[in-house]
């Protein structure tokens, strides 16, 4: 079974554009999770969304945003963007929204911004 | 608000050796908790999970954790190092009582030398 999928890979922005990540998560996990990872901040949840819903919402600006698809994919939505930004962006799905449900996480997302 | 603290961002053992790596949490809800690590240019796998079944809990690659509520601890341990351990590691706490997203440490990242 094919993991959790994320593209692009990699990605350079310049300040001020937006920027939509994509996440493809395992066959059949019907919820999905975004997470920001940078080395001062360390791991931090954005939001999860299960069944098209957001279920769940960390502590992130507006300017943050994400939906999901009836199919399960997802994406994520970075608009004004700012120095701060650049981040792995890392997404992850598991089968349900039980929590205890283990995550499975894709590669990232590498995100630039100059 | 859930929280973890993991204690030491850096571990050194040698080959061979105990590694022991520390996290304490805070949680109003009951705790589910995990270990995940994280190989450079990857996204994170699971090592293991404590979902309110047995306090001592094993996982992949022959780690092990004990959950221990007096001391809201749940450290990592292998009795022998291999190199191949060397990595970062993170834990987590779910983020409330609903869905899979998680709350992580700021991870502790383990050298290992021959």
């Known amino acids: 079974k094919a993991g959790v999928t994320q593209t692009p890979r990699y990605l350079i922005k310049t300040r001020g554009q937006q920027v939509t990540l994509s996440c493809s998560p395992i066959?059949?996990?019907?919820?999905v999770s975004w997470y920001q990872q940078t080395p001062g901040q360390g791991l931090q949840f954005l939001f999860e969304?299960?069944?098209?819903?957001?279920?769940n919402k960390g502590n992130f600006p507006g300017r943050f945003s994400g939906r999901q698809f009836s199919n399960s994919r997802s994406e994520m939505n970075v608009s004004t963007l700012e120095l701060g930004d650049s981040a792995l962006y890392l997404c992850?799905?598991?089968?349900?929204?039980?929590?205890?449900?283990?995550?499975?996480f894709g590669p990232g997302t590498r995100l630039t911004v100059l | 608000a859930q929280s973890v603290t993991q204690l030491g961002s850096h571990v050194s053992v040698s080959e061979g050796a105990l590694v022991l790596l520390r996290c304490n949490y805070s949680?109003?809800?009951?705790?589910?908790l995990f270990w995940y690590v994280q190989y450079p240019n990857q996204g994170l796998q699971l090592l293991l999970k404590?979902?309110?079944?047995?306090?001592l809990v094993k996982g992949i690659n022959g780690f092990e954790a004990e959950f221990k509520k007096s001391e809201t601890s749940f450290h990592l341990t292998k009795p022998s190092a291999h190199m191949s351990d060397a990595a970062e590691y993170f834990c987590?706490?779910?983020?409330?009582?609903?869905?899979?997203?998680?709350?992580f440490g700021k991870g502790t990242t383990l050298s290992v030398s021959s």
């Open positions: 969304y299960f069944s098209e819903t957001q279920r």
């Open positions: 404590y979902t309110s079944a047995a306090t």
């Open positions: 987590a706490v779910r983020h409330n009582q609903a869905g899979t997203a998680l709350i």
């Open positions: 992850a799905s598991s089968l349900q929204e039980l929590g205890t449900d283990t995550q499975y």
């Open positions: 949680s109003s809800v009951p705790p589910y």
């Open positions: 066959s059949g996990h019907r919820s």
